[in-house]
């Protein structure tokens, strides 16, 4: 324990260093992280403009920050800053007793029997889609692209129990517009403006949803807008038609990049180690099951430790902000109120304190014999951790191993000799070059 607590101060940059430090915080946190953390310690602020942030290192950080136990740090003021415009209310950029109620209601959509039943609704079409992706074959793919389209698709059946068709076609395009406007480059609604473009497709997708709110609520739909417009908490409560609309299409959008995000990260990760692809291929083999069903999911261990690998190499929210609402203290500095505090998964999954040889491609490392993950209970935190821990986690889990099961059975995927993934970490994690793979039929 430290002897005595101090302010915390700005560190020192001239204008050029402060707009170089927020170019790489947005190109590369990894390297942006490490500097920051070698040359000024595990608790570093920075001023810019009237903005204060206050950028925390370390599982320590990441515990104080994601269980937030005092409740002095706020979601909502710092998402609603980045992606409140276009994401409203969304249960992520909600706090205390709101934000309980709300996820409350919300768990109805991801209990056993609705999870089955997304499963059985998405393994057929994720069969077909997949096995149309190449006729000859060897045939070059960019994965990146293809895993939006496809995770697009799964979302209208899932999410809004869609058939494929105009309606989907027209949601869909509205909701890549919306989500390409979340965090804009250009902050402002003026016509034209990307952010202008993705509050119009907002608004279509809000009057699509809200008139179909009654047959839904009356209806016995099996989808996660039906299940939503239905869901009660223990005393009755439900949540209101705008309620409903701001959940769907949140939900949406944090399915969507992240998975997409995760599903590229572990094909890139497999095309690199054959032998992993071939193992993976040999588990699903094990399976003895021509379309994956709910009870074969936990047999996938092997599966699970790529995933668990691919996410901690590329976590896909390489950052995690949130909001000072009264000053604290962390490793004997005062961190003041009214600052963005800014944890890194991806700089606690590099660390060397808690991971062996951490750039080294390792999935056993998640094994039950070596268990590094372990070593702190916050040193793995794709998920993020505390009250806003991911709600959809065994949801991914699912869609990944599903669209996984059936590329696997279908093709063995290669990279050129010696390419190199180019990431672009944030704001989700993504190949600036779309992942070039060569695909051969199986
Ligand atoms: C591999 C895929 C995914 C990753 C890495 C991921 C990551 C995250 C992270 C880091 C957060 C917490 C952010 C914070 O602390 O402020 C979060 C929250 C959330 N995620 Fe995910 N997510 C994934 C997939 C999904 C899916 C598939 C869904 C929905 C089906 C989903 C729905 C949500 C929701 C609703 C929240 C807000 C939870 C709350 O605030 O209580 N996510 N996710």
Partial sequence: MPDSIQELTPIKSGFFETLRLMKKSYNNPLEHSQYLQENHGNAVMQKVGKFTFVHLFGADANRLALLNQDQILSNKKAWDRIIGRIFPNGLMLRDGSDHRYHRRIMQ????NKAMKVYLD??????????????SSNKQQLLVYPTFKSLTLELAATIFLGMELGDDAKKISRAFETTVAASMPKIPLAIPGTILWKGIKARNFMCDFFLAQIEAKRAGNGNDMFSILCRAKDEDGNQYTDQEIVDHIIFLMMAAHDTTTSTLTSMTYALAKNP??????????????????????????????????????MYPPLSTLPKYSLKAFEFEGFTIPADSMVVTYPIHTHYMESYWDEPTVFDPLRFSEDRAEQKRHPYCWVPFSGGAHMCIGLHFASMQIKLVLFEMLKHYRWSVADGYEMPVQQSPISKPKDDLPIVLEKR
Avoid at 121 to 134: R, Y
Avoid at 282 to 297: A, I, K, P, R, T
């Fill in 275 to 312: 032998v992993w692809q071939d193992r993976l291929y040999e588990e699903v083999q094990s399976l003895g099951v021509d379309s994956l069903d709910y009870d074969s999911l936990d047999k996938m261990i092997e599966t699970d430790l790529v995933m668990k690998e691919a996410l901690r």
């Fill in 108 to 111: 109805a959509g991801f209990k």
């Fill in 121 to 134: 609704s998405m393994a057929k079409q994720a069969h077909d889609s997949i096995a149309e992706w190449t």
